[in-house]
């Protein structure tokens, strides 16, 4: 059965997935590059921006889970870009330059429709209007037998998890406050009573928390007859 | 110089130092025992209660440090006990029986005044209507050269911090989602400007994350004359 996944969702301690003030020059506001210190000298993140080398340790062992087994990304606008209401400016083409490292069909939710965008590299950007489940049908479908990833933002994936879709979410832990952006984790109490948590922590000081969705109870044994 | 310490401050992942609607019954609110659940198998939690035994791993390291070199202890109203307001029930003597772990003295921040409470043991519960630097100026006095430790709660550390007279917080993040109380972290933009943090995870599932105060930057050298 393939599994939804989120990989690589830095935190701050104090929980936010992005900070304030999104723009085109500050794609995480004014958290700057401070969430993602970990993840630019990994092999993993190199090889996305298309350079050799980079670290094989901690961080890439988790990091360069992002791909394998995956066939279609789900992201959210915001990810998209920093343009909000309806699409003004359509020569706007994601923040990935003409060859994305998506290399798959990517569903960018939105309420404002656009047609879909072909990239080099194999990623082209689909724009959905769609409810999670509606889009995970969409995404699955076009998976074709792969995992679905949820890309992010935080709000994305806070909808994914508050409508249980997701199987499986890494998430970063850096140890930096931001004091103001977007929290990941409201509104989940007792999100451990559905994940297996385990975490590890890296020589470059992050933490690596992983939740495992438990798979499903047994279905009870009926009492054998007397 | 002595220091002023926090330890064993448990929050959840999402940043809560204690749950929802602190009760007599119910000192950690609706969080139950769940952020403490690694503390009880400690050598020190049970070295606490008198018993004999415990674990001596990751976590009872980190969990040992809260007594050695400490002279004395400011305490919230709140952890002391479940009341609210001016004292109607004298009778109250905190939740840990005749002879409290403190074994010093003890400084319960309130704005009402209270006679001295004298248990056995070495503790006396004193009560300071104070502010954070006042009531540290007390307690340096009465540690007579030991360390002050800020005992909690979070809104008491929060208070101490927002003031800057924290050296060390050790925080211990429990892989858990309690979902409303009170958070640790608000308020803290940048924290980590100002201490060091390193974090390891223990085999029980908690990460250990310890806040170390920088050292003051060196005076700058004057330039040698010419």
Same mark, same amino acid.
């Given at each position: 059965m393939p599994r939804v996944r989120v990989h690589n969702c830095s935190v701050s301690l104090?929980?936010?997935?992005t900070g304030e003030g999104q723009s085109l020059e500050a794609p995480f506001g004014h958290a700057g590059t401070r969430l993602h210190e970990w993840f630019f000298p990994t092999r993993t993140f190199r090889g996305m921006q298309g350079e050799p080398g980079g670290s094989t340790g901690v961080d890439d062992a988790f990091a360069?889970?992002?791909?394998?087994?995956?066939?279609t990304e789900i992201m959210g606008r915001n990810k998209f870009g920093p343009q909000r209401g309806?699409?003004?400016?359509? &020569?706007w083409r994601g923040w990935? %330059?003409?060859?994305?490292?998506?290399?798959s069909p990517v569903f960018v939710l939105s309420h404002h429709p656009r047609s879909p965008i072909e990239m080099a590299g194999g990623t082209t950007f689909h724009f959905l209007d769609a409810t999670p489940d509606e889009a995970l049908a969409v995404a699955r479908e076009a998976a074709n037998g792969l995992d679905v990833r949820i890309g992010g933002g935080p709000s994305t994936i806070r909808q994914f998890l508050a409508a249980d879709l997701i199987d499986h979410l890494h998430v970063v832990v850096v140890p930096?406050?931001?004091?103001? &952006?977007?929290?990941?984790?409201? %509104?989940?109490?007792?999100?451990e009573a559905r994940f297996d948590m385990e975490s590890v922590t890296s020589p470059s000081g992050v933490t690596h928390l992983t939740c495992s969705r438990r798979p499903a109870p047994l279905h009870a044994v009926p009492d054998a007859p007397d």
């Open positions: 104090d929980g936010y997935g360069s889970q992002w791909a394998p087994g995956v066939g309806p699409w003004i400016d359509e &020569g990935w %330059g003409d060859n994305p490292p998506f290399h930096v406050l931001l004091g103001r &952006g977007e929290r990941l984790w409201d %509104g989940f109490e007792e999100l």
